[in-house]
């Protein structure tokens, strides 16, 4: 039977990105780029977020693509937010037709009508993209943001420099936990994801794991669901400094069923930690795949 440690290792790998997502991530990068450049002035367009930090979890959607437009668009930037994000849907509803395009508050989302299985899996294929406007401000990034009505600043070299810090620091076992709970965020019983944006997740665990990998995923798991329990009602600032913060995603009220929802997975690894003293470790399996969901393995 697989030992804890195993299956954590398999969990972990599962929700790594492999070549053939990221040749299809690239693939569908390469044709909105066609695409949006026949509408606009595209200087650039770049894989960015936590696709490109390897933070993502799986299934693998709403990978944000960075689209830095020249300055013959510059007159976007002088107008309100809703403007741009409205022009980019405008175009990509004609490329993709209405159900497969949504407005979100600081991209344009693009769904490409993939399935995810019972297991999680989608035959290599990225399900959706967020199609973010940006133009260049210095080393930044200014994109728009129609929540607020403003143009908010961004680095996404900084969020990356800080993630690879931290995995460093953590005997490159960083990323994969915050994977992790990022599936454990994702996990369709919740209904309503518990923890909003999960980027938060990850700029939480910049703090929450500290003191060096132990060794152990189990206890580091447990030890990271409650210590962002007992956070999650800190202000946590966009860790370049820039944009606003990022723990305004959620009010009072989601917060508090944030940390209730954190705690109670505190205690089920807790549990299943025990189960381990016991020796039943095939419970213990059961109980981590009842966590985490599918791609957690029982064998
Ligand atoms: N409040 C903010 N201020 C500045 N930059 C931000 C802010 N929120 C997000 N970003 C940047 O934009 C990127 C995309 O945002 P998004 O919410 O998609 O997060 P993500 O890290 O990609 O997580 P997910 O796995 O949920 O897609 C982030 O990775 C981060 O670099
Ligand atoms: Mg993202």
Redesign the pocket.
């Known amino acids: 039977m697989l030992t804890i440690d195993e299956a954590f290792r398999k969990f972990k790998s599962r929700l790594e990105l492999n070549d053939k997502e990221q040749q299809n991530a690239s693939a569908r990068q390469n044709e909105v780029r066609d695409f949006l450049e026949t509408k606009f002035a595209v200087d650039r367009s770049f894989l960015?977020?936590?696709?490109k930090?390897h933070?993502?979890?799986k299934p693998l959607k709403?990978?944000?693509i960075f689209f830095e437009l020249g300055k013959s668009e510059r007159h976007y930037r002088d107008q309100a937010p809703e403007v741009i994000i409205d022009a980019f849907y405008t175009a990509l509803v004609e490329k993709y037709g209405k159900p497969a395009v949504r407005k979100q508050s600081?991209?344009v989302n693009v769904d490409f009508g993939v399935v995810a299985d019972v297991d999680d899996n989608t035959d290599y294929r990225v399900m959706s993209v967020?199609v973010?406007p940006a133009f260049a401000a210095g080393n930044d990034y200014e994109?728009p943001d129609t929540d607020s009505g403003k143009w908010?600043?961004?680095?996404?070299e900084i969020?990356?420099d800080k993630a690879t810090a931290a995995q460093q620091a953590y005997s490159n076992e960083w990323k994969g936990l915050v994977r992790m709970v990022?599936y454990w965020n994702n996990n369709a019983r919740h209904g309503e994801k518990p923890v909003k944006?999960?980027?938060l997740i990850?700029v939480m665990a910049l703090q929450c794991l500290h003191g060096g990998w132990q060794g152990r995923f189990d206890y580091e798991i447990q030890s990271l669901f409650s210590t962002l329990a007992d956070r999650i009602f800190d202000e946590w600032a966009?860790p370049?400094g820039?944009?606003?913060?990022?723990s305004?995603g959620m009010d009072k009220v989601k917060k508090e069923r944030a940390r209730s929802m954190l705690q109670a997975a505190s205690r089920e690894a807790s549990l299943a930690i025990n189960l381990i003293r016991q020796g039943r470790n095939g419970d213990a399996l059961k109980a981590w795949r009842a966590l985490f969901g599918p791609k957690f393995p029982l064998s």
């Not at 820039?242 to 990022?246: A, E, Q």
Request: hydrophobic content about 25%; cysteine-free.
């Open positions: 960015t977020g936590s696709y930090r933070t993502k979890t709403d990978i944000d600081r991209s967020d973010v994109i908010i600043k961004t680095n996404p969020h990356a990022k944006p999960s980027f990850e966009d370049a820039l944009g606003p913060p990022i305004n």
